[in-house]
């Protein structure tokens, strides 16, 4: 019965190690889909704390971007 056992374990156990993808099928995954993003745009809250006060500054940010595939400089425009 504990060598039926074992043997299960072992077969799942490669079943499920074999169908996880690589690190290099990741990133070109990756890649392609942020490279098919046409344009999009983020948000960023910075939070700061000084020495000198006892309060925390936020400041938040927001930035959108189109992407030009004309353009040779800079592909992208920020706004």
Request: with cysteine.
């Amino acid at each position: 019965m504990k060598a039926i056992l074992l043997i299960f374990v072992l077969i799942c156990s490669l079943l499920f190690t074999s169908c996880q993808p690589n690190a290099a099928e990741i990133l070109k995954k990756s890649f392609k889909k942020c490279q098919s993003i046409e344009n999009g745009y983020y948000e960023m809250t910075h939070y700061m704390k000084y020495m000198s006060g006892s309060d925390t500054s936020i400041s938040s940010y927001m930035c959108y971007f189109k992407k030009l595939p004309d353009d040779t400089l800079s592909m992208f425009i920020f706004g």
